[in-house]
């Protein structure tokens, strides 16, 4: 039996609901057929983005959505996608699958979606081929609301008063394909742009956003921080979980044992990561007022046969699930210094949480887990600890059987998460809960094989149910959790 100790007197960090985001990049089908399909499309939509996709991203709380890219964002001149959509350029995606981008989904389409969302808004600017003035003047388009060019061109297009941007990236992967860029240069380079990311208005304050580290980098975090710090209100980070190797990074659906284990470990890598991002973070800036933003992060798995190589399209099984798990409830335990996380992406590319088919949609199991996390979105961590075996690769790889994250809603119930990664074997658990008269506990489950995933043909085959299999004591409860499961308790 597991020991599961929670205390209520032990309030850590405050969850902020955007570490449960996601991003969308022109890539693929993200945009176009995922979300975006246009006002004469016989599949339903409201002014041209998905209803089917838009009524299930509400429905898992999504509270932020990153655009345009990615590598994408370096590349994107922000003009181009103004205007009448007929006078609208077009051009080819260069990074992914040379496709031609027609521009019809630009930023007056990317607010509609966050407006229909009801979720905020993260826009990545382009420093790698663009220039100062080209992104200064994208920031006064959406967020200034007097007289001046960029806001009376607004306007002219349909707009009158400005959106709420909630976060601006100053570019994205500027040591990669973001200009391939030294760190040192980069903090230089931020310092130009951010000075030039004006506030606009009082009631929007926009969070500028430093491009951080690829992984372990943390070089990149050192000179940002000591260079740049100041400056910037997030740093950010990409950390995608890969089972062998870039050159082959394994199927979505097609696993062994093995390899069922090496993504776990390179998944819970992650932890390890934020660790030492942020004690280099803690160094030079204690107080913790830079957030460490995740802002790229999932499985990449290869891309399914008979798809467009730079389309990025993979199917999403319960591993993925369980992976997600894993990740969001280290994101929790994090929450002093992770403030927000995008997972790559939303729809029909890489770790997505929903699949498209021409007016066929599913959700894949990430979504599931996505959706159980949803109440932990801005309550308070609370001080945790479950004991449980390891499994051990080699030195540098492991992964905990089992791992949890605790969270206080504000009329005081708490929201519990734990994932089961074992293959074969049921967790019994004895959960207490410091200072605690129980009186009430649901639960809900998601769990099966590893490879079970949902298909256009059986788009239900996995999803929630309700969970059973506890029972109450005085101060918590007692509970069987099978193998491969993510269950979230509320205990009230
Ligand atoms: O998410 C796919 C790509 O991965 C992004 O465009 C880039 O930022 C990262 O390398």
Redesign the pocket.
């Known amino acids: 039996m597991e020991k599961y100790l929670i205390n209520p007197n032990q309030p850590l960090s405050k969850i902020n609901r955007d570490i449960y985001g996601t991003f969308s ?1 022109h ?1 693929g089908r993200c945009i176009y057929e995922g979300t975006y399909v246009g006002e004469d499309s016989p599949i339903p939509n409201v002014n041209g983005m998905r209803k089917d996709i838009v009524d299930a991203l509400k429905a898992m709380g999504l509270p932020v959505l990153r655009w345009p ?4 964002a370096d590349e994107y001149h922000w003009k181009d996608g103004i205007g009448p959509k007929e006078k609208r350029k077009k051009m080819i995606n260069t990074h992914w699958g040379g496709v031609i981008e027609d521009n019809s989904f630009g930023t007056h389409e990317f607010f509609e979606l966050c407006r229909q969302l009801g979720c905020d808004a993260y826009v990545t600017g382009n420093l790698g081929s663009g220039t100062v003035q080209e992104m200064s003047e994208w920031v006064e388009y959406m967020t200034f609301d007097g007289v001046s060019p960029m806001a009376d061109l607004r306007r002219e297009n349909g707009s009158e008063k400005p959106w709420r941007l909630k976060y601006f990236g100053v570019g ?2 500027n040591w ?2 973001g200009g391939n860029m030294s760190a040192e240069f980069y903090a230089d380079q931020y310092r130009r742009y951010a000075t030039y990311v004006r506030q606009y208005s009082r009631d929007n304050r926009v969070m500028k956003i430093a491009c951080g580290p690829n992984g372990g980098d943390v070089n990149w975090t050192d000179v940002l921080m000591k260079r740049a710090g100041g400056m910037m209100d997030g740093l950010s980070l ?1 950390y995608y979980t890969i089972t062998h190797d870039w050159g082959h990074k394994g199927s979505a659906l097609e696993f062994d044992d093995e390899e069922y284990a090496l993504t776990l470990a390179s998944a819970y890598q992650i932890d390890d990561i934020i660790t030492r991002h942020s004690e280099i973070m803690n160094r030079y800036d204690p107080r913790k007022r830079v957030g460490l933003i995740v802002d ?1 992060w999932g499985i990449w798995h290869d891309v399914e046969e008979g798809t467009n190589p730079g389309f ?1 399209y993979q199917q999403n099984a319960i591993r993925d699930a369980i992976v997600a798990g894993m990740t969001l409830n280290i994101f929790n335990k994090h929450s002093d210094r992770v403030t927000m996380a995008n997972i ?2 939303t729809i029909n590319v ?1 770790q997505s949480v929903a699949l498209t088919d021409g007016a066929d949609m599913l959700l894949t199991p990430t979504y599931y887990a996505f959706a159980l996390f949803r109440d932990h979105q801005d309550n308070t961590l609370l001080g945790s600890h479950l004991t449980t075996p390891v499994t051990e690769i080699d030195r540098r790889r492991k992964f905990p059987t089992l791992i949890e994250s605790a969270s206080m809603k504000e009329d005081g119930t708490i929201v519990s998460t734990i994932v089961n990664t074992s293959l074969t074997e049921s967790a019994e658990i004895l959960c207490q809960i410091a200072d605690r008269r129980v009186t009430e506990v649901t639960a809900e489950i998601l769990t099966g094989d590893p490879h079970d995933h949902n298909t256009f043909e059986t788009p239900d085959k996995v999803k929630t149910t309700g969970f059973d299999a506890f029972e109450l004591t005085a101060d918590g409860f007692t509970a069987t959790l099978p193998p491969c499961s993510v269950v979230k308790f509320l205990v009230r």
Request: aromatic letters at 6%; glycine letters at 18%; hydrophobic letters at 30%.
């Open positions: 990049e890539l890219g990615g590598c994408f994205n992967e990669g394909c990409h790229e990025l790559a992406q890489l």
